[in-house]
């Protein structure tokens, strides 16, 4: 009877095994820095080729309305790591660089996607730009990341000989943390290649030892290109001889460099045997930036806009043998969704004090569920007194607004012209602020210092 029994429970836990694989996949979240919408292949880009970034929505899903939690990068970013509207937690804007400040950053109340999936018992990397405080309270690897390779700040220089500075501590005037040294882990490392390619490197060999422990993984490749400075190298840029405005040009090799990093990493699931139990996302944290070169295309507005240039971003997933590929996804999908998504493949139960605010993808993507997967999206500026909300066909947006919130409403247009403002929706528009204010209860105002605090004249 005995040996009966453990016979019964070594078929079970081999059965529990099998499931656990097929909903327990790996996760890539390849996130570029202020990136046009209109700058991939899948969304129209004649002029900058992006083959490999296209062959992730081409074997998957293409989002046609795929937006961000803010228009700017840290709240974005800060939204997409918890799952969560970031003004909950009062992350309202980017945080001070201040690594003597224990607040300005990522709440450690709040749960990451890395702390959640060790519940789950994967391993986590972030590989790039960190950009959620640089206290050593919210380093990634306090954060529930296993492997950190990047910069804790919200930009970079691209150049090796560029990086100059030691640490934050010898940091003496605003933008100088573009310069300091490559981390790997908590030791800053010396390096010889340009930025893009280093991360790419990084994410290889990160995929590389994952795959050789059969260890389940999240891996957040975070580039920060292709946010300013404009640097690239003589490599991509003899790529674009046809594009004579300096500006794109550099833009454009910026955008390739990323787009060559994806390919290694598509190449390499494929060489260990990781496509079909690899789910793979690609975005933008938020719309092309004003002095960057980027290109939104048909949308209203860039980076720091409410209006669809600044939260509508490039946004694509693959799951080969279980999202259909070819897809042209129409619904609205939030970033927030990543989390959501993995959370219930997982079935992780998440603190009921603090709840996600995405919805798990799944059962749209595969035509389990025909519906809307959001009735309502919100969006908010504090600091400008800005708002903005997305209901089925209708918007409404107060895109700089310092004094009170006067929003135009819309129905659902690109290119969001004044011509556009609807006049006579008094009802839609009474429902729809009705709706923002009712959110906008729950949130928190600004916790810590912003970028502009000039705490590097304070220090001893």
């Known amino acids: ?66 937006y961000v939690s803010f228009p700017v990068c ?6 997409l790591l918890t799952g969560r509207y970031q003004d909950r ?48 309270d919210f380093h990634p690897l306090e954060r529930g990341f296993d492997y950190f390779y990047g910069f804790l700040s919200g930009g970079h220089n691209y150049f090796p000989d560029q990086l100059t500075l030691n640490d934050l501590s010898e940091v003496t005037e605003k933008w100088q943390w573009y310069r300091t040294k490559i981390i790997e882990n908590r030791t800053k490392i010396e390096t010889d290649d340009y930025l893009t390619d280093e991360l790419s490197d990084a994410a290889v060999r990160y995929i590389d030892k994952q795959a050789e422990s059969d260890q389940r993984f999240m891996l ?69 930036a004003k002095n960057n070169a980027s290109n939104n295309g048909p949308l209203r507005g860039l980076k720091g806009d409410l209006f669809e240039g600044g939260i509508r971003v490039p946004f694509a997933i693959r799951w080969k043998g279980t999202i259909p590929e070819g897809q042209n996804y129409k619904n609205p999908v939030s970033s927030l969704d990543i989390m959501a998504t993995i959370v219930s493949l997982n079935q992780i139960e998440i603190n009921p004090k603090r709840t996600l605010d995405g919805v798990d993808l799944m059962p749209f993507l595969t035509g ?27 918007k409404l947006v107060a895109n700089q607004n310092k004094e009170k919130y006067i929003p135009d409403l819309y129905q659902m247009d690109l290119s969001e012209s004044e011509d556009k403002i609807l006049k006579n929706k008094d009802k839609v528009y009474s429902e729809l602020l009705s709706d923002w204010n009712q959110w906008n209860k729950e949130l928190k105002d600004r916790i810590f210092p912003t970028l502009q605090d000039r705490w590097w004249t304070t220090q001893d």
């Not at 840290?74 to 939204?79: E, L, M, Q, Y």
């Not at 950053?105 to 959640?116: K, Q, W």
């Not at 009735?375 to 903005?388: G, T």
């Open 368 to 394: 389990k569920n025909k519906g809307l997967p959001h009735d309502i999206l919100f969006w908010r500026k504090w600091e400008q007194n800005a708002m903005a909300i997305r209901k089925g066909n209708y």
């Open 220 to 288: 957040y490749l975070a580039y920060n290109a292709p946010h300013t400075p404009l640097q690239a190298t003589e490599k991509y840029l003899s790529r674009f001889p046809e594009i004579k405005d300096k500006r794109r040009k550099t833009y454009a090799a910026m955008v390739s460099a990323v787009d060559d990093g994806v390919g290694r990493v598509l190449q390499k699931l494929e060489e260990k045997g990781l496509d079909e139990n690899t789910i793979i996302v690609f975005l933008s944290d938020n719309g092309g």
């Open 89 to 136: 937690f009062g992350f309202t804007t980017n945080p001070s660089i201040d690594p003597n400040n224990p607040v300005a950053g990522l709440p450690t109340s709040e749960e990451t996607i890395a702390t959640v999936l060790r519940k789950a018992n994967y391993k986590s990397a972030i590989i790039g730009k960190w950009h959620m405080g640089t206290h050593p």
């Open 1 to 66: 009877m005995k040996k009966t029994l453990i016979i019964l429970l070594f078929i079970v836990n081999i059965i529990h095994a099998q499931n656990r694989t097929e909903q327990n996949p790996n996760l890539i979240i390849i996130m570029t820095d202020d990136m046009g919408w209109a700058d991939v292949g899948f969304n129209g880009c004649k002029d900058i080729p992006t083959p490999n970034i296209d062959m992730i929505a081409n074997q998957g899903v293409r989002f046609e309305e795929g």
């Open 74 to 79: 840290g709240p974005s970013r800060a939204g």
